[in-house]
Structure formats: structure tokens, C-alpha cells
Antibody
Framework: EVQLVESGGGLVQPGGSLRLSCAAS????????MSWVRQAPGKGLEWVAN????????YYVDSVKGRFTISRDNAKNSLYLQMNSLRAEDTAVYYC??????????????????WGQGTLVTVSS | DIQLTQSPSFLSASVGDRVTITCRAS??????LAWYQQKPGKAPKLLIY???TLQSGVPSRFSGSGSGTEFTLTISSLQPEDFATYYC?????FGQGTKLEIK
């Protein structure tokens, strides 16, 4: 059974830092792109970042570029999101998600087939 | 950047109804569209990918269609557990969501 379990959320002051973790199990972690997706309170879903299987490619939404860093440790089956210079607008539930691309389909066809339960990040003084 | 616009944003329906949600893309995206269901306090759940392929384990009352810029998610006969918020997605972009409520 595929499982994704996030941790590391909490209350942090504006300008502070936080590191989120996602522990993966039930599949070959090193074979998949992985992503972080967030959801502000009462709002919709927003993709934040993703990382290639070997960590060689990383992509970010413009609003977090230069502040957030996605990384992974395939030996530990773990995904991370280092969040620096946090702002009030970063307040959200952060989900770890497995990115899936069916064989023969272009990258544009990527979707998210498994999600963690989410971890809440609150940025407030 | 591609934008996805869902309609309606809110939908009120009864158990047994047939409902359709539309997702329009700002430019052609072939069949590269997925649909998710999210219930309050829970993570999103994948329903459909590649516009019309049902994810394993998803009831057959859910179906998807479309290509290019217009896509639809149809629930053929609403069940009590289907009242939730639905999102479309293409790569890094999500629609704003459609909240399906009980009439």
C-alpha cells in the first residue's frame, strides 16, 4: 500500500524557517517524480514544487522561488521542503504527492496519484 | 501560463441526479487533464487522468471527456458520498474548484 506521511508543520513567525518532511512507503520511491502542493485555508490547490527521480531537476512556482528548496533522499525514501523567509501568505496545508506520468505520454500529462494527509504551516506573529 | 477555469463554482444537487462540471483551458492541452475529489479535512483523491481514464478503484458513475480546451466531469447518479469539492489539473495548474452541495 502506497503511503505518504508528512511532518514538520507548525507555527512560525514571518521571516522564519521550517523544514517539511514526507516519508514514503509501499512503492519504489526512487522511480517517481515527487511534488509538494499546498492549500491555503478555505482556498484551492496550488502546486509548489517538484523534483525528478534523481534530484537533478527541480521546479518551483514563482511565488516561492529563492525561498523554498525541494530535496529528496532516495536511501531514506524521503522528500523534503526547506522553507525560508516565510510570509503570511505561505500559511497553508502542505501535501506531499506522487507525480505519475503514464508511459508514452508527454510531461504535460503529469498528474498526482497519491497524496499524504497534509501538514499545516501557519505563519503568524 | 495555462489557466484552468471551472464552472460552475458551486453546484447544488440531489442524490440520484446527473451532474456535469466543466473545465476550460486557456490554450489547447490535448488530453492532458486530471480530475480530483476533495472532502473537508482530507487530501485530494485522483478520479480521472488523461481526460477520460478512470483511476483504479473509482466508481464507474464518474466519467470524464474532452480534449483541447474544454473538458467535463460527469457523475451519472449522485451518491451521498459524492458531495465534495472537485478540481481539474493540468501539470502545474489547478482549476479553482467546484463545490458540490446537497440540495
Amino acid at each position: 500500500e502506497v503511503q505518504l506521511v508528512e511532518s514538520g508543520g507548525g507555527l512560525v513567525q514571518p521571516g522564519g524557517s521550517l523544514r517539511l518532511s514526507c516519508a514514503a512507503s509501499g512503492f519504489t520511491f526512487s522511480s517517481y517524480w515527487m511534488s509538494w502542493v499546498r492549500q491555503a485555508p478555505g482556498k484551492g490547490l496550488e502546486w509548489v514544487a517538484n523534483i525528478k527521480q534523481d534530484g537533478s531537476e527541480k521546479y518551483y512556482v514563482d511565488s516561492v522561488k529563492g525561498r523554498f528548496t525541494i530535496s529528496r533522499d532516495n536511501a531514506k525514501n524521503s522528500l523534503y521542503l526547506q522553507m525560508n523567509s516565510l510570509r503570511a501568505e505561505d500559511t497553508a496545508v502542505y501535501y506531499c504527492a506522487r507525480a505519475k506520468l503514464p508511459p508514452g505520454i508527454a510531461v504535460a500529462g503529469t498528474f498526482f496519484d497519491y497524496w499524504g494527509q497534509g501538514t499545516l504551516v501557519t505563519v503568524s506573529s | 501560463d495555462i489557466q484552468l477555469t471551472q464552472s460552475p463554482s458551486f453546484l447544488s444537487a440531489s442524490v440520484g441526479d446527473r451532474v456535469t462540471i466543466t473545465c476550460r483551458a486557456s490554450q489547447g492541452i490535448s488530453s492532458y487533464l486530471a480530475w480530483y475529489q476533495q472532502k473537508p479535512g482530507k487530501a485530494p483523491k485522483l478520479l480521472i487522468y488523461a481526460a477520460s481514464t478512470l483511476q483504479s478503484g473509482v466508481p464507474s458513475r464518474f466519467s470524464g471527456s474532452g480534449s483541447g480546451t474544454e473538458f467535463t466531469l460527469t457523475i451519472s447518479s449522485l451518491q451521498p458520498e459524492d458531495f465534495a469539492t472537485y478540481y481539474c489539473q493540468q501539470l502545474y495548474t489547478f482549476g479553482q474548484g467546484t463545490k458540490l452541495e446537497i440540495k
